[in-house]
């Protein structure tokens, strides 16, 4: 017994000196190889702010210009990488790694399908026109300015100042509404005028007023004025006009404008913007019956 433990006590030392003996004799290349990961991580992040600068004066938006700088200080990595287990001779190691990158691919590639799909799209929505920084859009039901493009998500700002991240795959598959793609947007608003108003003055002042509240966009001609219904207790109408407008907001503060000044013309000219009237039939029978009373 004390025979086998003291034979395993020397062949445990045995390979531990073995083990030392190949660290000392290694020891220069591992310096080497830290040297030159170090090397490769300042040059990643310098090439990517170099490319990021060559790329600033290009036609390419900001998203892609991004996307690039950073595909370059990924190849850098990955160059580094296998010129590291060069450095410390770790050929077979590579060629395993190699013999088990497509089995791995397959495996990684189905476990990370909504992020591949995801980061494709990233790269789609770097590359097109239709949307970029700055620019004013509607998606899934969320609108707000562009403040960001990744490879995982579109961020926009909202007007109340709240980020949405979505993901891209969505932005890239549903519709989009770029509100920022156009100078001028159309500005639909509706309103109501009284049964006794004269309908060819009121259709002649809201036009007048409209071009003069936005003469730099509209003149009387381009207003468009239509009655579109006899309403419960007024005659409805539609008008049309173009304003200037990146944004929803910018449309809305348009609206208001227009609401504030067909208000005070239509007051300087008394015509009657009626509330919603209802009317009460009660039966003859329902009056006999409370004067009996």
Known sequence: MDFRFANALKKMMDRLASW??????????????????????????YLSRIVLKLLKNSS?????????????????????????????????????ILAGAGVAGLAIGLALQGAISNTYSGIILSYIDQIKFGDWIQSNDYEGEVVDINLRTVTIKQRDNNLVYLPNKLVLENPIRNFSTTPKTRVILDCGVGYSSNLEFVKKLVKQTISQAFKEFNTEEEVIFIYKEF??????????????SKSALQVAI???????????????????IPFPIRTLDFPKSYFEKNNEA
Do not use: C, Y
Request: proline residues 1%.
């Open 231 to 244: 309403g419960d207790s007024s005659i409805n109408f539609e008008t049309r006009f173009w304003v200037e």
């Open 60 to 96: 390419l938006q900001a998203s892609m210009k991004h996307l690039i700088s950073k595909l370059v200080s990924v190849l850098v990595v990955f160059f580094g990488m296998f010129l590291i287990l060069g450095i410390l001779d770790l050929s077979k190691t590579l060629n395993t």
């Open 254 to 272: 348009a609206k208001s404008k227009a609401i504030i000044a067909i208000k005070a013309a239509f007051d300087k000219n008394n015509i009657n």
């Open 20 to 45: 030392m003996n190949s660290l000392i004799v290694s020891l220069p290349n591992i310096i080497i190889a830290i040297l030159v990961f170090l090397i490769v991580l300042f040059l990643s992040k």
